[in-house]
């Protein structure tokens, strides 16, 4: 129940040399980058017609603000029976705990671009998707970047946890694999992994490109 500081070591050493634990990084990786990457597409384009049209406000805006207050591992039954306990499910897991986050983040990014901006823009005769790309998106990539950091933290814990019911490998089935058959440094092992690997994204993915697009546009 309480492995010795050692044990887990060896553990872990032995998993990484024998390739199990790479192998099982490789699988939730790549699950988590293909899900955060849809929920990304999906997320700005949500953000962008609530900013964009009042009605899809008054009615997207407020069930998205209702759906980002359920846990992602709640939708787990209805991925089970709309995809079966595949990979599907697991990856439909990770986009739902993601989408939401980014939705309202870039929904808060486009309406907080400064009012002067947009009128010189549109007095200059920006207009359309000049006016998107030129003035919109470059404004609102400060907030956008926290958004995404936000929502990557909540897509690896629902990848966890979709991993942890679901089939297909990865980190989170090697927690549940050491779980079934008592083995507690395989448990602890896997959970220093997922520790790490949440720190170094943070620390130096997410935190170091906030910090460069913040002092890029005098923020900091």
């Known amino acids: ?5 050692l044990e887990v070591m060896k553990t872990l050493i032995s ?33 962008y017609l609530i900013w964009r049209y009042k009605l899809v406000e008054d009615t ?10 359920i846990p992602s591992i709640v939708w787990f039954p209805l991925a089970i029976i709309w995809f079966g306990m595949n990979n599907m499910a697991i990856l439909f897991i990770v986009t739902i705990g993601a989408t939401w986050t980014i939705t309202v983040s870039a929904t808060s990014g486009f309406k907080n671009v400064p009012r ?6 549109k007095t200059l005769g920006s207009s359309g998707t000049h006016f998107l790309r030129t003035v919109i998106f470059p404004s609102s990539v400060p907030q956008l970047i926290s958004g995404l950091r936000i929502a990557w933290a909540f897509a690896w814990r629902a990848l966890m946890a979709g991993e942890l019911l679901g089939a297909g490998g990865g980190l989170g089935q090697l927690l549940e694999a050491g779980r079934s058959l008592g083995q507690m440094d395989l448990v602890i092992s896997v959970m220093i992994i997922i520790g790490i690997i ?16 913040q002092k890029k546009w005098g923020l900091s």
């Open 1 to 5: 129940m309480f492995p010795s500081f």
């Open 116 to 121: 002067l901006y947009q009128n010189v823009a």
């Open 15 to 47: 998993g990484i040399i024998s390739g199990q634990i790479l192998t099982a990084i490789g699988a939730s990786l790549s699950r988590l980058l293909i899900g955060f990457t849809i929920a990304s597409v999906l997320g700005l384009f949500l953000g």
């Open 198 to 213: 949440g720190t170094v994204m943070d620390n130096f993915v997410f935190l170091r490109l906030e910090s460069k697009v």
């Open 60 to 69: 997207l805006g407020f069930l998205i603000t209702a759906l980002q207050s």
